[in-house]
């Protein structure tokens, strides 16, 4: 009876799903064709010096760029009142331009790049939000990612099929070796030499005495694999999936787990590379706490306490571990019930993005696996990930998978296993993860698309009016999270709302003559850092969700919908604690 009744649910939700498909593809075309997009000119403003040959110029990742001669902002086809009157699009696509502004009392000459950019109102979201429905109303990402992007390319005012797949090349194809090819061969490679079945029963023996203590286990991983983002989830999926297995921790609170202790541990330990790479994004003329590299770094550290999503995130898992699930939803308490009593560690219908291969042990008769094969190579893992951070600023991940790999390889030859079984192995691996591969192609390309057609820009430019200050901080938070649920990334979050949201947090502290304008622009970053990990964490595109998602063998769908209700939970309390901190304090 239940074969029976799924049979026909799903027909009906792809009947469904093909309807939304052609209304969403049908209003893209519409758009298209009768929404003119509205140009504007996105400022970036750099701290500038003069170099050796007399030409202005700034630092771009410790490189030295020449900026030449900047034009007066009043003579510039990208400044706003140009744009506002031109009829047909720019021919400019970036300037850079020179003005005058009144900072501290005295009058100074400030440099600043204008990129044009456009954006089509409320319909830029479209994209994005049509992948978003259709992965639920489907339970097939793949559909969704796919209609997304059809949407997405059809409102590029320049169509380009080379800039549409530019997402994924080169940084992505790097993540796609790393996180789908290595990591899918040596997940294989573990489940055909039973390391992974070895390393669960070993703990088990001598650390773990129920569910309860297994989770505790995921949870300090979690922890102590602070660099954030995809890294970790992978790092703590491999890690714990066959020590929970083992134990009836359902997929659903198992990847609750890792992918809400991934970004926002990130957030609370900072000693990785987000400081670095914010502080870039947050210079704001006039503010003498952001002046500097080094100052933008300290007011990173300063505003760590701030972090209270991040925060709630983490203890939020960490109740979970105890089997404290009042907070955690229904979605969450059904599945742990489920797992406990019938030992189905995923519900009814699920369609895990780990394949079968990578969740079924097919080890030789005549191989006797061992805890150290899979210890050795995990602890290569990190130490190459650890050692690459102190010493060149990045953890070199393809190089630390790629020699676990091979290590795991060359001790499974050491102990006797033929060549052609080890190579089963490699090749079963990849098999397992090729939806998920082409779940996080699809992903990339989407949120390019979604950043090409201005729907992050499109949300800052509801902010271009006067804010109550109380009310700022929601504000961004907000805008922060539904840029980052429709491009699937913090980091890129990050790039599209903090150059825009910072100038304006400054600008309504002045205006508003606020008493602890430090604090109101701690806060304000705090909302905006905060909101992009929630967003990030909770999107379906995100590549920490799927690859929390593949890791932890979990639909999904199933823990987008089973995660959204805790980590909902924790971003209003944060928001609440945002405004009371900033209507209180300042």
């Known amino acids: 009876m239940q074969r029976s009744n799924q049979s026909k649910t799903l027909p ?5 799903g093909a309807v939304a498909a052609v209304i969403g593809l049908v209003c893209a075309l519409a758009i298209t064709a009768m929404v003119t997009p509205v140009w504007v000119a996105q400022k970036v403003t750099y701290q500038t010096y003069i170099a050796a040959d007399g030409q202005a110029a700034y630092l771009d990742e410790g490189v ?38 009144d900072r501290d009392g005295e009058s100074r000459q400030q440099i600043s790049r204008l990129q044009l950019k456009y954006h089509y109102g409320p319909w830029s979201l479209l994209p994005a939000l049509l ?39 080169p940084g992505a194809a790097g993540v796609l070796v790393l996180y789908l090819w290595l990591l899918g061969g040596l997940m294989g490679l573990w489940s055909r030499t039973g390391a992974a079945k070895a390393f669960a029963e070993f703990m088990t023996d001598h650390f773990v005495r129920g ?29 714990v999936k066959p020590l929970t297995d083992q134990h009836n921790i359902s997929h659903e609170e198992l990847a609750y787990i890792v992918d809400s202790t991934a970004s926002p541990i990130a957030a609370v330990i900072a000693f990785n590379g987000w400081p670095v790479y914010v502080q870039a994004l947050i210079f704001v003329p006039g503010a003498s706490f952001l002046a500097t590299d080094a100052d933008r770094i300290a007011f990173f550290f300063n505003s760590v306490p701030l972090s209270f999503y991040a925060i709630l995130a983490v203890l939020g898992t960490l109740l ?29 219908g699920a369609t895990p993005l780990s394949a079968r291969q990578l969740q079924r042990l097919d080890v030789p008769g005549d191989y006797r696996p061992h805890v150290i094969e899979f210890l050795l190579p995990l602890t290569l893992l990190i130490g190459i990930a650890v050692v690459s951070t102190a010493i060149g600023g990045s953890p070199q991940i393809i190089l630390a998978f790629a020699s676990a790999l091979v290590l795991s390889m060359a001790m499974a030859l050491f102990k006797g296993m033929r060549p ?54 929601l504000c961004l938070q907000s805008i922060a999270i ?64 799927i690859l929390s998602s593949m890791t932890t063998g979990c639909d999904l769908m199933d823990h987008v919908k089973t995660q959204i209700v805790p980590a909902s939970a924790a971003a209003v309390l944060a928001a609440m604690l945002w405004t009371i901190t900033v209507a209180v304090l300042v």
């Open 12 to 16: 009906s939700r792809l009947k469904r």
């Open 64 to 101: 030295e760029r020449l900026i030449g001669t900047p034009m007066p902002l009043s003579e510039s086809a990208l400044r706003a009142d140009a744009l506002q009157a031109a009829e047909t699009r720019p021919q400019v696509e970036q300037q850079w331009v020179v003005e005058t502004v």
């Open 131 to 169: 992948a978003i429905a259709l992965s639920l109303l489907t339970r097939d990402p793949l559909i969704g990612l796919f209609t997304g992007i059809v949407a997405g390319a059809s409102m590029l005012v320049d169509f380009d099929p080379a800039g549409v797949t530019s997402g994924a090349t």
């Open 211 to 239: 569910p309860k203590s297994a989770k505790l286990v995921a949870w300090c991983l979690g922890v102590v694999f602070f660099q954030g983002g995809a890294i970790s989830a992978v790092l703590v999926g491999t890690t």
């Open 320 to 348: 979970l571990s105890l089997d404290i699930t009042r907070f955690c939803g229904p979605g969450i308490r059904r599945a742990r019930l489920r797992a406990r009593n019938t030992g189905q560690l995923d519900a009814p």
């Open 420 to 473: 052609r079984q080890i190579m089963q192995g490699f090749g079963n691996g990849l098999q397992g993860v090729v939806v998920a591969s082409a779940v996080l192609i699809l992903a990339i390309v989407l949120g390019t698309l979604s950043n090409a057609v201005g729907g992050g820009l499109y949300l800052m430019m509801l902010l271009s009016a006067s804010l109550p200050f109380w009310i700022a901080p």
């Open 482 to 545: 539904v840029t980052a649920l429709s491009t699937g990334t913090s980091w890129g979050t990050f790039a599209i709302v903090l150059p825009l949201a910072m100038p304006l947090a400054w600008s309504i502290a002045l205006s508003q003559g606020l008493d602890n304008s430090l604090l109101f622009m701690s806060v304000c970053f705090a909302a905006v850092l905060n909101g992009s990990v929630y967003g990030d964490q909770c999107s379906p595109i995100s590549d920490t969700t």
